[in-house]
């Protein structure tokens, strides 16, 4: 059996649905049944996606936070989705943090298909931003990819059509270097359906594809996260094999080309690693989450020129989306777990959970991505929170780090 993407409900508010497959043992979860034959769903897919209009008749108003890029703590940009209205189209939506409050960012959206949304940002400078995702159309199949540009004052559309080799594609992560551009990961439709992974690079103005060696036994690969610093980057992932289990996927970029590694995957049959970060070339952290009844969170540490496995909260019902690592013994994870914001620390040594605060006004709260500017003193992280069971009412949801505790922050939304 294939899946789709991400088994999560990571941010996507609304309706408790699943954007895919939550396990590949049979009789173990209830959106196996319909589940595609293909690696072939963004990471985050809003809950308003899976709807028709008839279903979401009455005044719709959703907004979340996928991704965020600190460069000090008086200057954030984050991105995500926005709905209002009785129809369920999205568009992308952007908020910025001045040290003081947030404040909604115009954001256009392609006008060719109706559902657009930006689920990661990077910024090389405070005027040099890029965000990634991807638009589609209800009526029409597959997706396109999305890529933004900040250039301090307003945002421009840099990218909105797919490889000429694929019939669909998104983008699910982006990380920008000081000197190299923009390196942005994802994933494709290919013709006979299956799933393939895909990467491309941004500089001098222009998408550059490129190639992503893919492993010798896999029918189906994905790339959700990519980290980078000085010249190098690493991005993870997830494959799955032809008898239908899901093995971690991680390849390397050297500046000049990717590189498959070897990583590690849990016993359950399916594993998956959802974002990257990197303090130096040789030491970097991966999270995600893993799965055999519950999804269960999961991290891996790049040391020593190999991944091996590192223990962490184990928190039944959560997985973790995020993380950061400002220092080598210092990393700030952040995800979900039964309907509530996680938050861990990483010591060198392991993982601790750490509160992250409870919004109020919704029944679930999530966190997807985080950004620390100031090392282990400053963080922000963003998200949603939202009605479970419900297409309207999400809202967007925001926390920072001050070096000891999280606490919440005001969004504004639009």
């Given amino acids: 059996m294939m899946i789709t993407s991400k088994c999560k409900l990571l941010a996507i508010g609304g309706l408790t649905v699943v954007a895919a497959a939550c396990t590949?043992?049979?009789?173990?979860?209830?959106a196996m049944a319909s589940s595609p034959a293909a690696l072939t769903s963004p990471k985050?897919?809003?809950?308003?996606?899976?709807?028709?209009?008839?279903?979401?008749?009455?005044?719709?108003?959703?907004?979340?936070?996928?991704?965020?890029?600190?460069?000090?703590?008086?200057?954030?940009?984050?991105?995500?989705?926005?709905?209002?209205?009785?129809?369920?189209?999205?568009?992308?939506?952007?908020?910025?943090?001045?040290?003081?409050?947030?404040?909604v960012v115009p954001m256009p959206g392609p006008t060719s298909r109706s559902r657009a949304l930006a689920t990661a940002i990077s910024c090389k400078?405070?005027?040099?931003?890029?965000?990634?995702?991807?638009?589609?159309?209800?009526?029409?199949?597959?997706?396109?990819p999305l890529a933004e540009l900040w250039?301090?004052?307003?945002?421009?559309?840099?990218?909105?059509?797919?490889?000429?080799?694929?019939?669909?594609s998104f983008l699910n992560d982006v990380s920008c270097l000081a000197y190299a551009g923009c390196l942005a990961v994802?994933?494709?439709?290919?013709?006979?359906?299956?799933?393939?992974?895909?990467a491309e690079r941004w500089t001098a103005g222009h998408w550059h594809f490129l190639k992503v060696p893919q492993p010798a036994s896999a029918v189906a690969t994905e790339l959700d996260g990519i980290g980078c610093t000085g010249k190098y980057c690493m991005a993870v992932g997830m494959y799955e094999v032809s008898g239908g289990r899901v093995y971690a996927m991680t390849e390397r970029w050297d500046g000049n080309s990717w590189n498959l590694l070897p990583a590690v995957s849990a016993q359950a049959p399916y594993t998956e690693l959802n974002a990257v970060s990197c303090h130096t070339?040789?030491?970097?952290?991966?999270?995600?989450?893993?799965?055999?009844?519950?999804?269960?969170?999961?991290?891996?540490?790049?040391?020593?020129?190999?991944?091996?496995?590192?223990?962490?909260?184990?928190?039944?019902?959560g997985a973790l989306t995020d993380v950061t690592c400002p220092d080598t013994n210092w990393c700030l994870a952040v995800g979900w777990a039964n309907r509530k914001s996680l938050a861990e620390l990483?010591?060198?040594?392991?993982?601790?959970?750490t509160t992250a605060q409870w919004?109020?006004?919704?029944?679930?709260?999530?966190?997807?991505?985080?950004?620390?500017?100031?090392?282990?003193?400053?963080?922000?992280?963003?998200?949603?929170?939202?009605?479970?069971?419900?297409?309207?009412?999400?809202?967007?949801?925001?926390?920072?780090w001050n070096g000891r505790s999280l606490r919440l922050m005001t969004t504004a939304g639009p």
Wanted: aromatic share 10%; proline share 5%.
């Fill in 24 to 30: 590949i043992v049979a009789g173990t979860s209830a």
């Fill in 44 to 103: 985050v897919v809003p809950a308003l996606s899976a709807m028709s209009p008839a279903t979401a008749a009455g005044q719709v108003h959703n907004n979340a936070l996928y991704g965020i890029s600190c460069k000090k703590w008086t200057q954030c940009l984050a991105v995500g989705s926005r709905a209002r209205g009785t129809a369920v189209n999205f568009r992308p939506l952007s908020e910025a943090w001045n040290g003081r409050h947030w404040k």
């Fill in 125 to 144: 400078s405070p005027s040099d931003c890029v965000a990634s995702g991807y638009h589609y159309s209800p009526t029409e199949g597959g997706y396109a």
């Fill in 151 to 168: 250039n301090g004052k307003s945002w421009h559309i840099i990218q909105q059509r797919s490889p000429a080799t694929t019939s669909s």
């Fill in 186 to 198: 994802g994933g494709s439709a290919g013709a006979n359906g299956n799933g393939q992974a895909i």
């Fill in 281 to 317: 070339a040789s030491v970097c952290m991966a999270v995600g989450d893993t799965d055999w009844t519950q999804t269960r969170p999961f991290s891996e540490l790049w040391k020593n020129g190999h991944w091996r496995q590192v223990f962490g909260s184990r928190r039944a019902g």
């Fill in 346 to 353: 990483w010591s060198g040594k392991r993982w601790r959970v």
């Fill in 359 to 400: 919004a109020p006004g919704r029944q679930a709260n999530e966190l997807s991505q985080v950004s620390c500017p100031h090392g282990i003193s400053w963080c922000a992280t963003v998200g949603a929170r939202y009605q479970p069971g419900q297409p309207s009412g999400e809202a967007t949801l925001a926390e920072w």
